[in-house]
């Protein structure tokens, strides 16, 4: 029992006791990153806010984008659907040929 009531007395009079320096200064540098980390998450949060206003007006813009594309892809089918089959024929014919002679210079290099 004596070995117990040593222990107490050792323990109340370590919370009693004064704190050394390394101890203060501990608890002041524990306390700024505290802050710190509230500063942080505070900025989080402004960014994430932030970022989900931006994603909210590229959003809006959704509609006028989906019709600019059908407007695109009207413009892109009516040049295409003008040609007569012996127009395309030719242009194709015109292609094989040039790619002959491109494939008759890379041989000869």
């Known amino acids: 029992m004596s070995s117990n009531q040593?222990?107490?007395?050792?323990?109340?009079?370590?919370?009693?006791?004064?704190?050394?320096?390394?101890?203060?200064?501990?608890?002041?540098?524990?306390?700024?990153?505290?802050m710190s980390f509230e500063h942080v998450l505070a900025n989080i949060?402004?960014?994430?806010r932030s970022l989900e206003a931006v994603?909210?007006?590229?959003?809006?813009?959704?509609?006028?984008?989906a019709l600019w594309s059908q407007f695109e892809n009207v413009m892109a089918?009516?040049?295409?659907?003008g040609k007569t089959g012996s127009e395309g024929?030719?242009?194709q014919q015109g292609?094989?040929?040039?790619?002959g002679e491109q494939a008759t210079a890379a041989g000869k290099s």
């Open 6 to 34: 040593q222990y107490q007395r050792s323990t109340s009079s370590m919370g009693t006791r004064e704190k050394t320096y390394f101890e203060q200064q501990r608890e002041v540098l524990i306390g700024e990153i505290a």
């Open 77 to 81: 089918k009516d040049p295409e659907d």
């Open 95 to 99: 292609r094989s040929e040039g790619e």
């Open 45 to 48: 949060n402004k960014l994430n």
């Open 89 to 91: 024929e030719e242009g």
């Open 55 to 65: 994603v909210a007006v590229g959003n809006e813009f959704s509609s006028v984008e």
